[in-house]
């Protein structure tokens, strides 16, 4: 049986970026043996995106959801301290947010570091 994860896509105002974004994560979900459990889209604010993820979080600890996949990081957030503390309020309650393309030279290593210590405990 395929394990359910996570989807979630943040966009801007561009319908064609969240066609884009479904039709790159569903291509990943496929390919890694996954299946889609549950969505969760944000249209607009930061701030609306922040609260998203929160209960997205909520959602997973409660279902026993483990994953949650999305595009890139910067789709968590542009901010690399809010980048950072997202990721390891995910790790602290035993959730993984994966990445379907491979961060650019400038967004955080720290992501790295960060799983590598949580994995040490």
Do not use: C, W
């Not at 943040?10 to 979900?29: C, H, N, P």
């Not at 043996?33 to 929160?54: D, F, K, N």
């Not at 301290?81 to 790790?91: A, G, H, Q, T, V």
């Not at 491979?102 to 720290?110: D, G, H, W, Y």
């Amino acid at each position: 049986m395929k394990k359910g994860v996570g989807v979630y896509i943040r966009v801007g105002s561009k319908a064609r970026s969240l066609e884009d974004q479904k039709k790159e994560i569903v291509e990943f979900i496929e390919e890694n043996g996954m299946r889609i459990e549950r969505g969760y889209e944000v249209h607009g604010t930061p701030s609306h995106g922040e609260q998203i993820l929160a209960d997205a979080l909520s959602h997973m600890v409660h279902t026993g959801i483990n994953k949650m996949v999305t595009l890139e990081p910067s789709r968590i957030s542009r901010n690399p301290l809010d980048l950072l503390k997202i990721e390891n309020e995910f790790i602290d309650q035993g959730k993984e947010i994966v990445y379907v393309r491979k961060r650019s030279a400038q967004e955080p290593v720290l992501l790295d570091i960060i799983k590598q210590q949580h994995k040490n405990y």
